[in-house]
């Protein structure tokens, strides 16, 4: 299934909030997740998940929605910003680890605190099920 782009408008909007999440470091020389190469990473990561998914209304309603009140929304963003910061090889040279995938060598990867969409779970769906 073919999903709409982003905007120019809402992927500026996005840099600019994953730049405010993650800067670039002039003292440690690192990029911020709003580096080109990180944030098309980040928007990749963004267009396989659920975000995608939603018309493009819904889409700026829930864009409205993390600037009013963050939460979940934000934290799943936040998750994704990070997750696709550290994983820049840039990144993670300047930590002095070795680029690789995680996999089958192995960077321990933290679960996330999926406590954080319990608020989420509780609210009626917003989605009717396809058959």
């Given at each position: 299934?073919?999903?709409?782009?982003?905007?120019?408008?809402?992927?500026?909007?996005?840099?600019?909030?994953?730049?405010?999440?993650?800067?670039?470091?002039?003292?440690?020389?690192?990029?911020?997740?709003?580096?080109?190469?990180?944030?098309?990473?980040?928007?990749?990561?963004?267009?396989?998940?659920?975000?995608?998914?939603?018309?493009?209304?819904?889409?700026?309603?829930?864009?409205?929605?993390?600037?009013?009140?963050?939460?979940?929304?934000?934290?799943?963003?936040?998750r994704v910003v990070l997750l696709c910061y550290y994983r820049d090889d840039r990144v993670m040279r300047l930590l002095g680890q070795e680029p690789r995938p995680p996999?089958?060598?192995?960077?321990?990867?933290?679960?996330?605190?999926?406590?954080?969409?319990?608020?989420?779970?509780?609210?009626?769906?917003?989605?009717?099920?396809?058959?």
């Amino acid at each position: 299934m073919h999903h709409e782009e982003l905007t120019g408008e809402q992927a500026r909007d996005l840099r600019a909030l994953a730049g405010a999440i993650i800067p670039p470091s002039r003292d440690y020389g690192v990029p911020g997740a709003d580096d080109e190469l990180i944030f098309n990473d980040i928007l990749r990561s963004l267009e396989d998940g659920a975000f995608a998914d939603l018309g493009l209304e819904r889409r700026a309603e829930v864009a409205a929605a993390f600037r009013e009140i963050g939460g979940a929304p934000l934290a799943e963003l936040v998750r994704v910003v990070l997750l696709c910061y550290y994983r820049d090889d840039r990144v993670m040279r300047l930590l002095g680890q070795e680029p690789r995938p995680p996999f089958p060598k192995g960077h321990v990867v933290e679960q996330g605190d999926w406590s954080l969409l319990d608020p989420v779970r509780a609210r009626p769906r917003m989605y009717r099920m396809v058959k």
